[in-house]
Nanobody, 118 residues
Framework: QVQLVESGGGLVQAGGSLRLSCAASKSIFGIDTMGWYRQAPGNQRELVATIITRGNTKFADSVKGRFTISRDNVKNTIYLQMNNLKPEDTAVYYC????????????WGQGTLVTVSS
C-alpha cells in the first residue's frame, strides 16, 4: 500500500507563501489522481486542488489564482505552492491519492498544519 508523507507546513504572515510537498512511498505513475485537501477546526475536510496523471488540474474557487499544484513522477512527489496566503487558509492540509497503485482506494497522508497570521 502506498504511503504519503506531507511536509512544508508552518506559520506564515498573511500575504506570504508556503510550498507543501507530499512524498509517496512508491511510484505515483500509476496513481490517476493526487491532490490536496484541508480541514480547519470545526469544518469539514474540503478539496483544495487535484492533479491527474496527464497534468490536468482542478482548484477550489477560494484558492484559484493563488495556489498551484504540480507533480513530479520521477521524485514520486506532488507539490502545492501557496501564494498570497490569507488567515482563512489556516488548516491542516492533507495529501490524497487514488488510482490503480492504491487499489482504487483513497489513501491519505497524516497532514501538515498551515497557520496564517493576520
Amino acid at each position: 500500500q502506498v504511503q504519503l508523507v506531507e511536509s512544508g507546513g508552518g506559520l506564515v504572515q498573511a500575504g506570504g507563501s508556503l510550498r507543501l510537498s507530499c512524498a509517496a512511498s512508491k511510484s505515483i505513475f500509476g496513481i490517476d489522481t493526487m491532490g490536496w485537501y484541508r480541514q480547519a477546526p470545526g469544518n469539514q475536510r474540503e478539496l483544495v486542488a487535484t492533479i491527474i496523471t496527464r497534468g490536468n488540474t482542478k482548484f477550489a474557487d477560494s484558492v484559484k489564482g493563488r495556489f498551484t499544484i504540480s507533480r513530479d513522477n520521477v521524485k514520486n512527489t506532488i507539490y502545492l505552492q501557496m501564494n498570497n496566503l490569507k488567515p482563512e487558509d489556516t488548516a491542516v492540509y492533507y495529501c490524497n491519492a487514488i488510482g490503480p497503485e492504491t487499489g482504487h482506494v483513497e489513501v491519505w497522508g497524516q497532514g501538515t498544519l498551515v497557520t496564517v497570521s493576520s
